[in-house]
């Protein structure tokens, strides 16, 4: 097994030129939001068969200006966690789905209104440090809720909208993929 983060999305013609050749190589391309935001990654005709939507979300990152505050994480909805750094805290994140981000000011009294229960001596006992933002890919609800997409991609495999639930998805489903990809060679 070889994981390798692919960055430049051209090094996918070296995969195309192996898959080509008959090697018996599996490729599973674990995507997130950046398997619909970047061109070159799928075609759109692959793309167009997938049901995922990218969403935005945005974090505040607290600096703690008193060193008697816990450093420890609570998930209810939203999430405060402590960083790396020592005397920071992170509190989000939101679900945007508009082409416009939320304003800082707006997206600060969002996120605080929706977590100071939480954590009401993280909020009292800090002061802004930044505001962070990121995407994550997202697949359409059905009856069963948000599931992810695992499956066959042409002659690849795809391991892709695992959304917010990507730590319980993780194992669960990886597990079931390669479930998938031996039954497949016989």
């Known amino acids: ?29 674990a995507c997130g939001a ?9 075609d759109q005709h692959a793309q167009a068969k997938l049901p995922l939507q990218i969403v935005r979300g945005q974090s505040v990152e607290l ?10 994480a609570a998930l209810c909805g939203k999430y405060v966690t402590p960083s790396l750094d020592h005397n ?13 981000a939320i304003p800082p000011h707006e997206l600060t009294l969002e996120l605080k209104s929706k ?3 939480l954590a009401p001596i993280v909020w009292n006992k800090s002061d802004i440090h930044r505001i962070t933002c990121g995407y994550k890919a997202q697949s359409q609800r ?9 499956g066959r ?23 079931k993929l390669v479930e998938m990809i031996l039954a497949s060679q016989g």
């Open 142 to 150: 059905n009856n069963l809720g948000r599931l992810p997409i695992i």
């Open 88 to 100: 920071r805290m992170l509190v989000g994140a939101t679900k945007e789905f508009k082409e416009e």
């Open 63 to 72: 600096t703690l200006t008193d060193k008697k505050v816990p450093r420890e």
């Open 153 to 175: 991609l042409g002659s690849d495999w795809i391991f892709t909208g695992l959304s917010s639930r990507g730590l319980l998805y993780h194992a669960i489903y990886g597990e």
């Open 1 to 29: 097994v070889e994981w390798k983060i692919i960055k430049d999305f051209t090094e996918l013609s070296e995969h195309r030129r192996e898959a080509s050749s008959g090697t018996n190589n599996i490729w599973v391309f």
């Open 115 to 117: 977590s100071y229960k």
């Open 34 to 42: 950046g398997l619909i935001q970047e061109d070159g990654l799928l």
